[in-house]
C-alpha cells in the first residue's frame, strides 16, 4: 500500500501548531472577492459616534486591520491630514466621533500573516452640528427632505426609490464644467459638480432610504471618475448618474443606471486599490431593458432590430448595445444605419440622445398616403406609369431604395420629358423633397388620334393616309424627344406629296395634328 506523503512546507506548518489538520490558508486580502467599508450613516454628527464596519469575502480572523481617519481639506487636491488611527487590531469596525465641521476619510489596511496587505477607503463624508438634522439648507438636512419625499411617493420597490434620487439629481444639478465643486453640497444644494460630487450625493441620498450603496471611483472616457453600485433584491448594479446628466443641460438619460460588471466595464475601468466591489452580475433592474429598449449584440442584430421598429412605424425607439466590443461605437453605428437607410422606411427626420452604447431615437416619417413606391429605375417606370394610366391628378411617389444619396429631381424630369405623352398628359408639374415627389398632372382628350412614337410611324401612317385618301388626319406623338414638333414635319410632307395633295387646313402644334385633307 502507498504511502500519503505531504509536502514539507505543510507537515512543517502542521508540527509547529500553526495550521489545524484540514484548514486551508487564508486568501490574500487582495484575491478577496470583495472587501469594502459600509458606514452606520454616510455622514458624522459633531460629538456622536459612528461606526463603520468592514465587510468582506475572506474570514475575518485571518487578518489584522489597521484603520485611520483623515481629513481631507483640499477638495481639489486629495491632500489629506492625519486624525487618529489604530495598529494591528482584529477588529473589523471602527467607531469614529469627530468635533470639527470638515470632509473625512475613514481608511482601512487588511494584512495577512505573510504581510500582504490591502487598503481600502470610504469617500468624503461630510460632518456637521446636530441641527443640520433638521435644516434643509445643508446637505444632511437636505438628504433627509429628500429621503422623505421618496417616500411620500408611494413607491413599493427600492428601484423605484434610487430611481426617482437619481431623477432629481439629473433634472436638479449641472455638471460643473469648471471642475471645481468637488463635495456632495455642489449637486444637492447649488445644482452644480463634477462627478465625485454626484457620486457621494447619490450615495448619501440613497443611505437616507436604506438601501445598500457603495462609492467608487475609476477611469471613464480616459479620466479619473467616480460612480456608485446599488444593491436590489440582493444583486448589484452600477449607477453613474454623471454620465446620465449630460453637459449643457437637457438630455437627462438612463443609460447607467442598473448596469452589471460587463456592460459597465466597456467604458469604466475601476480600481482595486481601495475597495473590492462585490461583482454586479444582475440584469433584471437595468432601467433601459426593463422599459422596453430594444437590445443588440452586433452590427446584424442591430439591422433586424431597427428594420422591425421602424417597419412597426415607432416613433421613439430605445436601444441598447449588449455586445462586448468596447469600440462599437452604438450611437454612431445607429447612426449611420438611419443615414443609409433613411428612404428606405420613409424617414423623414430623426434625432438621436444617448451615449456611447445606448440611446433614444426620435423619427417622423413622410406621409405616404397613396403614394407609389419604387427601389430602383425601372421600379421607378412601373410606378408613374402606375399613376398616370390611372389618371390620378396627383401622383405620388417614393424611393425606398437603399441608395442613401438618391435624390430624385433628375430623373423625375427625365421621365416625365420622356414619357408623359404616352399616357396622354398634356401639362404637368412637381414638387419634390430629396427622395419623394407630387406630380400634378392635366391630361388631354385624345379619342381618334392615331399615335406615333417617331418619324418612320409617322410617315407610315402619311403614306397610308395617300393611299386611302383620308380626309380626316388626326395625329398625336408619343415619343421620347421633347423638342419634337409635327408642324414642320406636316409641312414637308404637303410639300413632298403636292403632286397628291390639293390641299390641308386645321391646326397643329408641338405634339398634335388635327387637319383637314383634301386630294387630287
Not at 318 to 337: C, E, S
Request: net charge negative; hydrophobic share 35%; aromatic share 14%.
Amino acid at each position: 500500500m502507498k504511502k500519503r506523503v505531504l509536502p514539507i512546507l505543510l507537515l512543517l506548518a502542521l508540527a509547529a501548531g500553526l495550521l489545524p489538520l484540514g484548514a486551508s490558508a487564508a486568501v490574500k486580502p487582495r484575491e478577496m472577492d470583495y472587501a469594502y467599508i459600509e458606514g452606520s450613516r454616510e455622514y458624522l454628527i459633531l460629538g456622536e459616534p459612528n461606526t463603520y464596519n468592514l465587510v468582506m469575502s475572506g474570514s475575518p480572523e485571518d487578518y489584522t486591520y489597521t484603520w485611520t481617519l483623515y481629513i481631507r481639506p483640499d477638495l481639489g487636491e486629495n491632500q489629506l491630514e492625519f486624525v487618529t488611527d489604530k495598529k494591528k487590531t482584529k477588529e473589523t469596525s471602527f467607531t469614529v466621533t469627530v468635533d470639527k465641521e470638515a470632509h473625512y476619510m475613514v481608511y482601512l489596511e487588511i494584512m495577512d500573516s505573510d504581510y500582504s496587505s490591502v487598503t481600502l477607503s470610504t469617500g468624503m463624508i461630510w460632518a456637521g452640528p446636530k441641527s443640520d438634522e433638521t435644516d434643509p439648507n445643508t446637505i444632511i438636512g437636505k438628504a433627509k427632505v429628500l429621503a422623505e419625499e421618496v417616500n411620500q411617493q408611494g413607491f413599493t420597490s427600492d428601484y423605484d426609490k434610487a430611481l426617482w434620487l437619481h431623477d432629481w439629481l439629473t433634472h436638479n444639478a449641472d455638471y460643473d464644467e469648471s471642475m471645481t465643486v468637488h463635495e456632495a453640497a455642489g449637486v444637492m444644494l447649488h445644482g452644480s459638480g463634477v462627478c465625485e460630487s454626484y457620486a457621494l450625493a447619490y450615495q448619501m441620498l440613497v443611505d437616507e432610504i436604506d438601501i445598500p450603496v457603495l462609492y467608487t471611483t475609476g477611469y471613464a472616457g480616459g479620466e479619473l471618475h467616480a460612480w456608485n453600485l446599488i444593491q436590489l433584491d440582493g444583486e448589484w448594479y452600477h449607477v453613474d448618474v454623471t454620465w446620465d446628466d449630460p453637459t449643457g443641460g437637457g438630455n437627462e438619460g438612463y443609460g447607467y443606471f442598473g448596469l452589471s460588471d460587463d456592460l459597465m466595464g466597456r467604458d469604466h475601468d475601476w480600481e482595486r486599490q481601495n475597495y473590492i466591489l462585490p461583482k454586479a452580475t444582475g440584469t433584471e433592474y437595468n432601467f433601459l431593458t426593463r422599459n422596453g429598449a430594444k437590445d443588440f449584440a452586433n452590427a446584424q442584430e442591430m439591422d433586424k432590430v431597427l428594420t422591425e421598429a421602424l417597419t412597426n412605424g415607432e416613433t421613439t425607439i430605445h436601444y441598447l448595445y449588449t455586445g462586448d466590443d468596447k469600440y462599437f461605437g452604438a450611437m454612431d453605428q445607429v447612426g449611420r444605419w438611419l443615414s443609409d437607410n433613411r428612404a428606405k422606411h420613409l424617414i423623414n427626420t430623426y434625432s438621436q440622445t444617448g451615449s456611447r452604447f445606448s440611446g433614444k431615437v426620435e423619427v417622423t416619417y413622410t406621409q405616404a398616403d397613396g403614394a407609389h413606391f419604387f427601389t430602383d429605375d425601372a421600379s421607378f417606370d412601373a410606378a408613374m406609369a402606375a399613376g398616370l394610366t390611372a389618371k390620378e391628378p396627383v401622383v405620388k411617389v417614393h424611393y425606398r431604395g437603399e441608395d442613401k444619396y438618391y435624390y430624385i429631381s433628375t430623373p423625375l424630369r427625365n421621365w416625365l420629358s420622356a414619357n408623359s405623352r404616352k399616357y396622354d398628359v398634356t401639362q404637368y408639374s412637381y414638387t419634390y423633397y430629396d427622395t419623394s415627389a407630387d406630380v400634378t398632372v392635366t391630361y388631354g382628350d385624345f379619342t381618334g388620334f392615331q399615335r406615333f412614337n417617331n418619324d418612320d410611324e409617322l410617315n407610315a401612317l402619311l403614306d397610308a393616309a395617300i393611299a386611302n385618301k383620308q380626309a380626316e388626319l388626326k395625329l398625336y406623338y408619343t415619343g421620347e424627344d421633347d423638342w419634337y414638333n409635327i408642324g414642320s414635319k406636316l409641312n414637308n410632307w404637303q410639300y413632298d406629296q403636292k403632286d397628291a395633295i390639293a390641299g390641308m387646313e386645321g391646326s397643329y402644334q408641338g405634339y398634335t395634328a388635327d387637319l383637314k385633307v383634301t386630294y387630287k
